[in-house]
């Protein structure tokens, strides 16, 4: 069987992305660089090209940090200290996933569902990786029409949080269900870590402020959901979500993440 005639999910990533492959870089930090310096790379770069940073030790690659090891971080130790005095390395998932450019899409959500981060990165020689995240197989989607629709996706428990919510509710939340985004109850308005990360920035890494956890969520902006009424396929899903600098949707009972979207193509 050519790999035409194959499903999606059996491809490989180089006959599924041939033009962009490749083409993004990877966002590096050093290994003894303080959590402060891998925060501020975050606020920048979470859910635009990449959701995580890769670490290395010289220009060894020895783990990956996204939101989720910076709001675990706080919530252990929620001062400027744990910015200041720590180091990347003190941090770091290990759990590095590198990929081969004749990956199967199926096999690379198995790598990503093992470790639950949508993270990858592809050895280019020379000491250079290039990123394979969630924004390339949204791209994935675009590009090879199924008929997977948004019914099909498994339901799953919508988490939510309420008005009085502080930050130490939501990251504890966050924690307990292994989730990224979380709404705000009887809305479409989401927080998420990127927004606690970017909040965290501008009380300059808890430095101008005490008892951060303790802090209502009121303060800040919340991002809202896209609601869809139709029953979409994965393609129209990918592309909606592929132009949302935050990307969310709900439809009916339904709550759809870019990760359920990574989730359905590894099925297609």
Known sequence: MTES?????????SDLLQNSLTSTPCVNVRKNAKVR??????????????????????????GVIGGREIIQ??????????????????????????ASPDISLKNLISLWR??????????????????ISVKKLLEI??????????????KK????????ATFGDVIKLMLENRTRKILLDGTNQFINDRIIIETIEKFNYLLDVDKFLEIPT???????????SGDLNISDISKTMYEMSQPLIIHEDRVISPWDVCMALGKS
Do not use: H
């Open 5 to 13: 005639n194959l499903s999606i999910s059996d491809r490989p990533l």
């Open 37 to 62: 310096v891998v925060t501020g790379m975050l606020v920048q770069y979470l859910e635009t090209f990449t959701d995580s940073v890769l670490v290395r030790d010289d220009l060894k690659p020895m």
């Open 73 to 98: 971080g706080v919530y252990k130790n929620p001062s400027s200290d744990f910015f200041e005095m720590k180091q990347v390395e003190d941090i770091v998932d290990d759990r590095l996933n590198i």
């Open 114 to 131: 093992d470790v639950g981060r949508a993270f990858a990165v592809i050895d280019m020689g020379n000491d250079d990786y290039s990123v």
């Open 141 to 154: 989607g675009i590009n090879n029409p199924c008929e997977f629709n948004i019914s099909e996706i498994p």
């Open 157 to 164: 428990k919508i988490i939510t949080f309420d008005e009085d």
């Open 218 to 228: 009121s303060v800040v902006a919340l991002e809202d959901a896209k609601i869809v």
